[in-house]
């Protein structure tokens, strides 16, 4: 018999560790408390994004890097393997400045960008208004970046659930893990609020939620919650082709034209703890961020609004390997804003590990009980 490993979480990192395990001939035991893929994965906007970890450079960048490169080839093969498709595509982005000081931020992160060897051009308004029309006409200069893709998060979960199923890998929503069985350093199973799983090796994939978890094992975890909300507009296709973001002082607004027409505008970065509601201010600001940048969404179809948890860490970036003086426990989680983005590169550094291969990443900066950066993601 192979390996029992089990991966406490559902969400997207969970099942993209879930799934590269697999491609390594084992098969987990995927245990959420609630339904797959339905937090901080089903919430997010999906756009796999450089051009914010430019600013924080160093080791981030370059994992980023990394899985934004796997992305095509990863979910090309998912699509294959489930029938289902994560709706990856290179769409390119388009930063908006609506003033002089707005100009200058974006020219900025250009720089950042330019030390990684990643350049972009900067459109007249004339341009960009024909290249995509429903951009509002009040716009002072657009910066056009092609390293920009996006899949949609609730597909690429149900990919990568589809080809677990088909695996017959052991698959268990409401089943939540409350406790871990050690004997000295070695792990031998989890407790649930079912019962006792036997195993060999655990991975912690629990967002949000993973700081009471990892203190079961004596682990100190700065994990917290940020909360963002979303506003998901009625739309058709190809009304909008790129990503466009504007950042001003009040924040960042975001529109994600979807392949089916739907245009999800995001989002809010709020401290706020576990609660997971949208307020009327948070709402209205992303409706006014929206139709700043897109005049004609005023008359579109408000379809639904939502808020997500993302998964903190002590500086924004991912705790990712295995927890010192255990054997068989590893930790992939605190991926804050950029958990679609890494998912690709995470399941397969994480599923590296547990199976004794030697991480085609460094994993040393990203280590569990890591001093903060000084260079803060968040
Ligand atoms: C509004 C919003 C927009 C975003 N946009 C983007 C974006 O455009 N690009 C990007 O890269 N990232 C984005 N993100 C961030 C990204 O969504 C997250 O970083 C990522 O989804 C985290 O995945 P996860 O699997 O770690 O966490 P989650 O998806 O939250 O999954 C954790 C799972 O663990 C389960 N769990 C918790 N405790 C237990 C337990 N004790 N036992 C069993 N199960 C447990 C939970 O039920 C949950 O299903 C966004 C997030 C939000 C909220």
Same mark, same amino acid.
């Given at each position: ?6 991966? !406490? ?51 981030? $960048?370059?994992?980023? %890097? ?21 709706? /990856? ?31 972009? =051009?900067?459109?007249? @308004? ?6 995509? @029309? ?10 056009? $970046?092609?390293?920009?893709?996006? +899949?949609?998060? @609730?597909?690429?979960? =149900? ?64 994990? %917290? ?5 979303? !506003? ?21 607004? /975001? ?8 245009? /999800? ?19 209205? %600001? ?36 295995? +927890? ?24 397969? !550094?994480?599923?590296?590990? +547990?199976?004794?291969? =030697? ?20």
């Amino acid at each position: 018999m192979g390996r029992r490993i089990i991966i !406490v979480g559902g969400g997207v990192i969970g099942l993209s560790i879930a799934e590269q395990l697999l491609r390594r001939g084992i098969t987990p035991i995927v245990l959420d408390r609630g339904v797959f893929a339905k937090e901080a994965s089903w919430a997010g906007a999906g756009f796999l994004d450089l051009r914010s970890v430019a600013r924080v450079g160093g080791a981030l $960048f370059e994992l980023c %890097k990394k899985s934004y490169d796997l992305f095509p080839e990863w979910t090309a093969q998912l699509k294959k393997d489930s029938g289902v498709d994560p709706e /990856y595509q290179n769409c390119g982005s388009y930063d908006v400045a609506f003033t002089e000081a707005e100009e200058s931020s974006i020219r900025q992160m250009e720089t950042n960008l330019k030390t990684f060897g990643l350049t972009g =051009r900067w459109l007249t @308004p004339e341009k960009a208004l024909a290249l995509e @029309p429903q951009l509002s006409s009040q716009v002072r200069s657009i910066f056009s $970046f092609e390293h920009t893709s996006q +899949v949609n998060p @609730p597909p690429l979960s =149900r990919a990568l659930l589809k080809v677990l199923q088909n695996a017959k890998a052991d698959l268990r929503e409401f089943e939540q893990v409350d406790d871990f069985l050690l004997k000295g350093k070695q792990f031998l199973g989890v407790r649930t609020n079912k019962g006792i799983i036997d195993a060999d090796g655990v991975v912690i994939a629990t967002g949000a939620w993973s700081a009471p978890l990892a203190e079961k094992l004596n682990v100190q975890l700065i994990s %917290k919650p940020y909360r963002g909300q979303v !506003v998901m507009y009625r739309g058709q296709p190809k009304e909008l082709k790129h990503i466009l973001f504007h950042t001003s002082s009040t924040g960042i607004t /975001y529109l994600v034209p979807r392949m089916d027409g739907h245009v /999800y505008a995001g989002s809010t970065l709020e401290d706020v703890g576990f609660d997971k509601s949208t307020t009327p201010e948070g709402l209205e %600001k992303l409706k006014t961020g929206a139709v700043r940048l897109v005049p004609g969404l005023a008359q579109h179809l408000i379809e639904e609004t939502w808020a997500g948890l993302r998964p903190g860490s002590i500086d924004g970036w991912p705790y990712l390997g295995p +927890v010192t003086g255990l054997d068989g426990v590893w930790i992939a989680t605190g991926h804050y804003t950029h958990g679609i983005s890494l998912s690709a590169v995470t399941g397969q !550094v994480m599923a590296q590990l +547990v199976n004794g291969e =030697r991480p085609w990443v460094d994993l040393a900066p990203f280590a569990i009980n890591r001093a903060p950066h000084p260079a803060s993601g968040l």
